[in-house]
């Protein structure tokens, strides 16, 4: 017979929690080991019940969940289950259920996973519920949920028992459930333009794309060095190359960087890639993405976001870079002469740039500083300087500027695009600079030298855009922190 005795390796346990297992042992002892019971057959949950009571009023229905609160009042009792879709009133008798399981019945804990019978009916109340008639515990809870009125408040522990603050707080499930919805949205809207979905490597062989630091591993087997990808973007352009003209991926991304409440080392990002679009046909395709997946995960374009509310519908403003920092600082980057005089404005604004600073760099950096934090309704933010967009394609009246965009939302950058850079000779150039300045840091880094010869076979014009798909939850469920919108945030382990 099992036993589950506390050994040297068990965490102190409170008065609680060793009453609990004195429980547990004793339904052991008696033959009743919850643990060993392996299926239960549910008819209905409780939203079932309640949205079909009409029709389920009077029969029997066979439902399971966590026991989440009990008033015992004698011969009779009341109770609440939460099960997957929500919670339903228990109503347990004596007479019903018969006086030994009513007396095991009071000794479960607050927690028990319980499977329950019973008949549809309406209290005097007018709360919907189960009259039980027979009731099995399939699973002993060993661990005392948080006190139901004050839910799990740590911040810190929410996020580590992601588990525990599901249980006791219905707005997380529903978050988490908006954002199953708001995934399917963008794969509805994208499918419905002719995108196919796909699945490129996590693993690279070498360092490349984004400015980002990677994660390092090593492939055994190979004795090969690897990193987790920091982009999904160079692989699903070899495929427009072979002749798929409109791709995406939703895809888990890695970078070795910094944490605060917009940046995760682990995220979802959205990448498109359309050929013969350009990022004017990129712009358009954003703000319809946006409005469809506003529609259907909350019925409307009007978001509120920590208490302001956000106009989601097109169309939205749009901006140059170089025109955004003039009218928020004066500083016109069209006059800057050389690398030198713009490092110049920028030390006069005090704002830092490194020595080796390009006249795009600058431009960048006083955007950072005087400009996003402003742009609270969506914006698009166009013709980026080429030094910071080694992907991007040249502007053909202006070859220091790339037709590139980001749009911005809440005061975050929210999104990437482009009419991406089809000419191989261009591209490689850019890669040799971009390993050099990253070399000038102390970093090592390569040129993807089977990306060019891709591109040496001939890639269409091309429009692609890159989103985070945690930020577009963040927005569309008005939550603070990417945190609330991961299940299992990147935490560091207690001590």
Not at 28 to 48: C, F, K, L, M
Not at 129 to 147: A, I, Q
């Amino acid at each position: 017979m099992a036993d589950y005795p506390v050994t040297p390796l068990t965490p102190p346990l409170s008065e609680q929690e060793i009453i609990r297992r004195q429980k547990l042992q004793g339904l052991i002892d008696a033959g009743q080991n919850p643990y060993e019971i392996t299926r239960y057959d549910v008819t209905h949950h409780s939203r079932d019940i309640i949205d079909g009571f009409d029709a389920l009023e009077g029969q029997t229905v066979s439902l399971a969940g966590r026991m989440t609160s009990r008033r015992v009042m004698g011969k009779a009792s009341f109770a609440h289950m939460l099960d997957g879709q929500g919670d339903i009133q228990l109503y347990v008798t004596r007479d019903d259920l018969g006086e030994e399981p009513y007396a095991v019945f009071k000794k479960y804990d607050i927690g028990d996973i319980l499977g329950v019978k019973g008949t549809v009916f309406r209290t005097k109340t007018g709360e919907i519920s189960v009259h039980v008639t027979s009731m099995t515990l399939l699973c002993k809870s060993l661990k005392v949920l948080p006190e139901k009125f004050h839910g799990l408040q740590d911040t810190d522990l929410r996020y580590r028992q992601r588990y525990v603050d599901a249980i006791v707080n219905p707005e997380v499930r529903d978050t988490f459930r908006k954002r199953s919805a708001i995934i399917s949205a963008v794969r509805e809207f994208l499918d419905g333009r002719g995108y196919l979905e796909v699945d490129t490597p996590v693993l690279h062989t070498l360092e490349i794309g984004a400015a980002a630091r990677p994660f390092r591993t090593h492939h055994n087997a190979l004795d090969l060095p690897m990193f987790l990808r920091i982009e999904t973007e160079l692989y699903l352009k070899r495929l427009i190359v072979g002749g798929f003209e409109r791709v995406y991926e939703v895809g888990r991304i890695f970078r070795n960087e910094g944490m605060d409440a917009t940046h995760n080392p682990e995220f979802t990002s959205v990448e498109t890639y359309q050929a013969y679009a350009d990022y004017n046909e990129i712009m358009e395709m954003v703000e319809q993405l946006y409005e469809f997946v506003a529609m259907k995960a909350l019925g409307t374009t009007d978001v509120t976001y920590q208490g302001q509310v956000i106009h989601l519908k097109a169309p939205w403003k749009r901006i140059t870079m170089a025109d955004a920092v003039k009218e928020a600082c004066g500083e016109d980057w069209k006059t800057w002469q050389s690398d030198e005089e713009a490092r110049a404005v920028c030390d006069k604004r005090g704002v830092h740039v490194e020595k080796t600073a390009t006249r795009g760099d600058c431009l960048a950096a006083l955007f950072d500083e005087y400009v996003e934090a402003s742009l609270v309704q969506p914006t698009f933010i166009t013709d980026y300087p080429v030094e910071i967009s080694p992907l991007a394609k040249r502007k053909p009246e202006d070859p220091t500027l790339t037709e590139r965009f980001e749009f911005f939302i809440t005061g975050h950058e929210m999104g990437n695009a482009f009419s991406e850079l089809n000419d191989p000779i261009d591209q490689r150039r850019r890669f040799e600079e971009q390993v050099a300045a990253r070399a000038a840091q102390g970093i090592k880094a390569e040129v993807d030298e089977d990306f060019v010869n891709a591109l040496e076979y001939g890639m269409p014009p091309t429009g692609g855009l890159g989103f985070g798909l945690d930020r577009l939850v963040m927005l569309l469920t008005d939550s603070p922190t990417i945190r609330d919108v991961l299940l299992f945030p990147t935490m560091k382990p207690l001590d």
